[in-house]
């Protein structure tokens, strides 16, 4: 079974090691040595001042909307993973979208002005699939209309945007490390800011207020994180460089091997190094996207419309049309990539993405021996054009 991720795992022992020591100490949770050593070691890889590890990805959003004390309306994305938009709404917010670009799927920045009422307080975009919004853009109206900006950034581990950690733009960006992204702790997250007042404001709220065993600084909740993850968190550093090349390697052979389709590929912002997070694949048409999807479920390989649906058409949001979104929802497949996927399995993949649109369903096709059918058949093929 290919699916359309598989979590990364380090060797078994070098985690062992970590919890034969979590073992010795006894210390569990509660800001302990691997914790502080994961966050110092994730500081100085991705080359950033501050950052908090938080529980998931999920709270770091609604941390992050909590901190900033956001109200009224928040301007964000229709197309992105159901927690950016239910951590507004779950923080007593209200989202107003705007729809997105159609070569970036990131949020349109032509478009925010016209979305700004007097009871805006934020925009909330996400770097769709790793790849950067248009950061300054969004930045100039932010400042020209007295607005925060959060960045979404939970698929951007890696990517970086002027020479920089892409974590480092927004007054918050936040990121998971939930076990299906590029780089994880099985579950997590993490929240980053230039602000030392925010970033201490947000280290109070991860940790019920608290700013002494018997005294608090203000409400919290518990946001905090553990020994366990940060041990997990601790091993994949260490091969997070070489999951990011291998994830280079098979997107560049995907885009030769499917350079012939009737798809494009999102534009990827030129002022960045990408991070080749997901491998997305805009279709032609949604009945082809379907054909395709369905044709490698008969062999094994299973995708995932990412992302659907429009979160603009959720049941709990004012539900609004927005044609760009609406039409990407409909074509939009993310095929299998993860730092285990074998060449071979992603030529299989494009084999059978090429040959159904161009082949007559009423052949026969078994999975297995994919490419010598598809072979024979181009061979008989002309041959009878030739005949
Ligand atoms: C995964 C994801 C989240 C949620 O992160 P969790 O760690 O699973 O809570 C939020 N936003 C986006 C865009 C995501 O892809």
Redesign the pocket.
């Known amino acids: 079974m290919i699916p359309v991720t598989k979590p990364f795992l380090p060797k078994e022992e070098e985690f062992q090691e970590y919890v034969d020591s979590i073992w010795e100490r006894q210390w569990l949770t509660n800001n302990g040595p691997l914790l502080n050593d994961f966050e110092l070691k994730l500081k100085k890889y991705l080359d950033i001042k501050h950052l908090l590890f938080v529980n998931?990805?999920?709270f770091a959003?609604q941390l992050a909307i909590k901190a900033l004390a956001l109200s009224g309306e928040i301007i964000t994305t229709p197309f992105?993973?159901v927690?950016?938009t239910s951590s507004i709404v779950w923080e007593g917010c209200k989202p107003v979208y705007v729809d997105i670009d159609p070569e970036t799927f990131n949020i349109d920045p032509e478009k925010i002005e016209a979305a700004i009422t007097p009871q805006t307080s934020a925009i909330l975009a996400?770097h769709v699939y790793g790849n950067p919004c248009d950061i300054d853009t969004i930045q100039e109206i932010a400042d020209h209309y007295g607005l925060k900006v959060i960045y979404?950034a939970?698929?951007c581990f890696g990517t970086r945007y002027k020479d920089k950690s892409v974590f480092e733009y927004g007054d918050i960006s936040t990121t998971?490390f939930?076990a299906t992204?590029l780089f994880h702790t099985i579950?997590g997250?993490a929240v980053f800011t230039r602000d030392p007042e925010l970033l201490k404001k947000m280290m109070y709220i991860r940790n019920f207020g608290h700013n002494g065993p018997d005294s608090f600084e203000g409400l919290g909740v518990n946001g905090k994180n553990c020994e366990f993850h940060a041990a997990m968190g601790l091993c994949n550093l260490k091969y997070v460089d070489e999951i990011l090349e291998k994830r280079k390697l098979l997107s560049l052979h995907y885009f030769e091997k499917l350079s012939a389709i009737k798809a494009s590929f999102p534009k990827i912002n030129d002022d960045k190094d990408y991070n080749y997070a997901y491998f997305p694949v805009l279709f032609e048409s949604e009945e082809l996207r379907e054909r395709c999807l369905e044709k490698l479920e008969q062999s094994n390989v299973f995708c995932r419309r990412y992302f659907s649906p429009a979160l603009s058409t959720l049941p709990y949001v004012d539900q609004v049309k927005m044609p760009v979104c609406d039409d990407v929802v409909k074509r939009i497949a993310c095929l299998p990539l993860y730092h285990s996927l074998s060449f071979s399995d992603l030529d299989m993949i494009c084999r059978i993405i090429v040959r159904t649109q161009n082949y007559d369903e009423s052949v026969p096709c078994p999975a297995q021996d994919f490419g010598i059918l598809v072979a024979d058949k181009i061979e008989t093929e002309i041959n009878n054009l030739n005949e």
């Open positions: 998931n990805g999920t959003l992105s993973y927690a950016t996400t979404d939970a698929h998971s939930h992204k579950e997250g």
